[in-house]
């Protein structure tokens, strides 16, 4: 009943931007379901990472995973049911699958089995 939906992916050089998008969409009960979001991203080969993660709400503070804090930005248009992830300073080992993921709760959180929706990834290449 939600379908998450990531867009924004591509080839990009080190050290460039790239902001990816993801947007929550489904029945209107279904969609006020999903409290709260995550990013998360899988290179080949690699088990799936956490990224990012933010409430619907302000009263949780963005939590961001060690090899993003600082270059990476996860923020929300609660008016589009969007969450965005603008990553700045890219590096090769950035590469990968990115994943929006979706969870009832407002609490934030790094665990990928916390979140029950998860959008189809979009792909993010960074040359070096």
């Known amino acids: 009943q939600v379908q998450l939906v990531e867009s924004g992916g591509g080839l990009v050089r080190a050290g460039d931007s790239l902001r990816l998008s993801c947007v929550v969409s489904?029945?209107?009960?279904?969609?006020?379901?999903?409290?709260?979001m995550a990013w998360f991203r899988q290179a080949p080969g690699k088990a799936r990472e956490f990224v990012a993660s933010?409430?619907?709400?302000?009263?949780?503070?963005?939590l961001y995973g060690d090899s993003v804090k600082g270059r990476f930005t996860t923020s929300r248009d609660n008016a589009k049911n969007t969450v965005y992830l603008q990553m700045s300073s890219l590096k090769s080992g950035d590469t990968g699958v990115y994943y929006c993921?979706?969870?009832?709760?407002?609490?934030?959180?790094?665990?990928?089995?916390?979140?029950?929706?998860w959008g189809q990834g979009t792909q993010v290449t960074v040359s070096s």
């Open positions: 993921a979706g969870k009832a709760g407002f609490l934030v959180s790094r665990f990928a089995s916390a979140y029950v929706y």
């Open positions: 489904g029945r209107t009960s279904s969609v006020d379901s999903v409290d709260a």
């Open positions: 933010i409430s619907w709400t302000g009263d949780n503070t963005p």
